[in-house]
């Protein structure tokens, strides 16, 4: 397609320029790419002409950690289905986790999650694979074969890997063929199959609790063998002080040490859990890590707006409404976040003047993207063209039919907020317009 997007706001940076001033372009999109930026006025023959005046250009948006669950639970979602998503928040690329049924821990599923992704056409859905066999902790896989299928990163994230001989040769073996080792940080025997942050309202409804040092022992280790084996080491959804204090002393002595954090961390905590009309706790504020302590998810904040935080994930984790209906010691980990990301993030973040906007669309693009290998986040002549179109002046309210995701597990409906996605394309083809 031969598409003009006209008056559309976007950044000096998001163009390769020094500054963040704002500037009004017109961009031109053939054959996949961008062909044409300018900020006068761009006359021709096109296929089909964008206004965008009142909008943001943005370049699309990258997470680097979604559950699609095909194959195996697609009843939860599938790459179909969580492509929607992406797309209705932004998002051109994701970062897929290998915790699906058969596991992705072998060349065959990680081809075939690929492969499937192309199919479906909507956005990029990056496979990765597994650390161990069936997640079980117990015997490496095959790290070459699993690049060579198209995995960009190792990890077994749902569980942590337990034994410290076998995390310390995934990374040096990780080193080898050059990817990430993503790690699902928890040391089972704290977490001891905990429901909620152990704390004040854990001890209330007498639910069982997660220690919040399991999380930063397994930082804390990661951290070390990152120091001892040059491996790669990233800090999935990040979620107490302790983990961040570790990470930035990692930083400090210049290891590979990378973490991201989550909408959900940044802006919940434990108290924020609400009851049922039975007394019971919502389940649908439950996920792993948990929400924290005010004092943790202070602490998320303060590393996020200090430069600490390298991305800003979803961990984008769909389940059925009945799995979701149960009892929150019985119900599942994990929330939905792909539509709320930015929105949540540009408007408790950049409209609070905590960060710039700059800052966000960075760390939700070029930042993340960076991560594995993928070369994002700027709006340049010859770059792919994958590109967002967001309304930032409008307040929208996000309600249970607003999710393009099979399942409506989310902890934000209800909230107010500004940042709605208009338009998604991908690879120069419109795959969402509201």
């Known amino acids: 397609m031969n598409l003009l997007i006209k008056?559309?706001?976007?950044?000096?940076?998001?163009?390769?320029?020094?500054g963040?001033?704002?500037v009004t372009v017109n961009l031109v999109i053939n054959d996949q790419k961008i062909a044409q930026i300018s900020e006068t006025e761009i006359k021709g023959d096109f296929d089909k002409v964008i206004d965008a005046s009142g909008l943001f250009l943005s370049p699309g948006l990258v997470d680097p950690q979604v559950h699609f669950r095909e194959p195996g639970m697609e009843y939860k979602e599938d790459i179909e289905s969580g492509s929607k998503a992406a797309v209705k928040g932004g998002f051109t690329a994701v970062i897929s986790m290998p915790n699906t049924a058969p596991t992705a821990d072998n060349a065959e599923v990680v081809s075939k999650m690929w492969k499937r992704s192309q199919e479906v056409g909507l956005c990029k859905v990056y496979p990765t694979g597994a650390v161990t066999y069936g997640l079980k902790g117990d015997e490496l896989t095959n790290f070459p074969e699993l690049k060579a299928a198209g995995a960009v990163a190792l990890t077994d994230d749902g569980k942590g890997v337990q034994r410290d001989e076998i995390f310390k040769e995934a990374l040096a073996r990780s080193k080898e063929v050059g990817l990430p080792v993503l790690d699902h940080s928890e040391d089972e025997s704290l977490s001891a199959k905990g429901a909620i942050h152990l704390g004040a309202v854990s001890s209330k409804y007498g639910v069982k609790g997660?220690?919040?040092?399991?999380?930063?022992?397994?930082?804390?280790?990661?951290c070390k063998f990152s120091e001892e084996t040059g491996g790669h080491y990233h800090v999935l959804h990040v979620s107490t002080k302790r983990s961040l204090e570790a990470v930035r002393a990692a930083k400090k002595k210049g290891l590979r040490v990378t973490v991201e954090v989550s909408p959900h961390h940044l802006l919940l905590c434990d108290e924020d859990i609400p009851e049922r009309e039975d007394g019971t706790l919502n389940a649908n504020w439950k996920m792993n890590p948990p929400l924290r302590s005010k004092e943790d998810r202070l602490a998320c904040q303060e590393a996020l707006v200090e430069g600490v935080i390298d991305a800003i994930a979803t961990d984008h984790a769909p389940h059925a409404p009945d799995e979701k209906a149960r009892e929150i010691h019985e119900a599942p980990f994990g929330i939905i976040g792909l539509e709320t990301a930015f929105p949540l993030i540009y408007t408790h973040f950049v409209k609070t003047n905590k960060l710039s906007l700059g800052q966000v669309i960075d760390l939700m693009s070029k930042k993340a993207g960076a991560l594995f290998g993928i070369e994002c986040g700027r709006l340049e002549v010859g770059a792919q063209a994958d590109i967002a179109l967001f309304d930032l002046n409008s307040e929208f309210e996000i309600q249970e039919?607003?999710?393009?995701?099979?399942?409506?597990?989310?902890?934000?409906?209800g909230e107010k907020l500004f940042g709605k996605t208009k338009m998604t394309i991908m690879e120069?083809?419109?795959v969402f317009e509201s």
Do not use: M, W, Y
Request: proline share 2%; no cysteine.
């Open 7 to 18: 008056n559309a706001k976007t950044l000096k940076s998001l163009l390769g320029r020094s």
């Open 428 to 430: 120069g083809r419109i």
């Open 210 to 222: 997660i220690d919040s040092n399991s999380e930063a022992v397994h930082v804390e280790r990661g």
């Open 20 to 22: 963040e001033e704002s």
């Open 401 to 413: 039919n607003f999710f393009a995701s099979k399942s409506k597990n989310s902890p934000f409906i």
